[in-house]
C-alpha cells in the first residue's frame, strides 16, 4: 500500500490519538482515610459494617445492591442526607441518621468509598 502525505498525517494523527486514550488515568479512586472519617464521624458503624450485616446492611451488599447502576453515587448520597425512613434487617423501621456535611465532594468520595466494597 502506497501512504500520500495526506493518509500518512492522517494515520499518525490517529496513532497518536489512540495512544493518548489507552494512557489516560483511570477514574481516580476515592480517599478512603477520608471516606472512613466521614463515616466515623457520623457513627455510620453503628448500623453499618464494611463486611458484616448489623442493624444496616454491609457495605459490600450495598455495593453489590448498586453495581452498574449509572445513578449509584446520587441514590448513596440522597439516601445518607435525605433522613428517610429504612427498613432494618430485624423489620423494623426508623429514621436513617443524615450525614452531617454540606460538602458535595466528601459526600460523594463517601459514596464512592461505599460502592468500593
Same mark, same amino acid.
Given at each position: ?34 471516606? +472512613? #472519617?466521614?463515616?466515623?464521624?457520623? *457513627?455510620?458503624? !453503628? ?6 450485616? @448489623?442493624?444496616?446492611?454491609? =457495605? ?26 429504612? +427498613? #432494618?434487617?430485624?423489620?423494623?423501621? *426508623?429514621?436513617? !441518621? ?6 458535595? @465532594?466528601?459526600?460523594?468520595? =463517601? ?7
Amino acid at each position: 500500500m502506497i501512504l500520500t502525505p495526506l493518509s500518512r498525517t492522517a494515520l499518525l494523527a490517529f496513532a497518536a490519538a489512540a495512544g493518548m486514550a489507552l494512557s489516560a488515568p483511570a477514574a481516580a479512586e476515592p480517599d478512603a482515610d477520608a471516606a +472512613k #472519617l466521614l463515616f466515623k464521624q457520623n *457513627e455510620c458503624g !453503628k448500623c453499618h459494617n464494611p463486611e458484616k450485616t @448489623k442493624k444496616g446492611p454491609s =457495605l459490600k451488599k450495598t455495593a453489590k445492591e448498586y453495581k452498574g447502576k449509572p445513578d449509584a453515587v446520587k441514590k448513596i448520597i440522597e439516601h445518607m442526607t435525605a433522613g428517610k425512613k429504612v +427498613k #432494618l434487617e430485624d423489620g423494623t423501621e *426508623e429514621e436513617h !441518621k443524615i450525614i452531617e456535611t454540606k460538602d458535595q @465532594k466528601a459526600l460523594q468520595n =463517601l459514596a464512592e468509598w461505599i460502592l468500593s466494597h
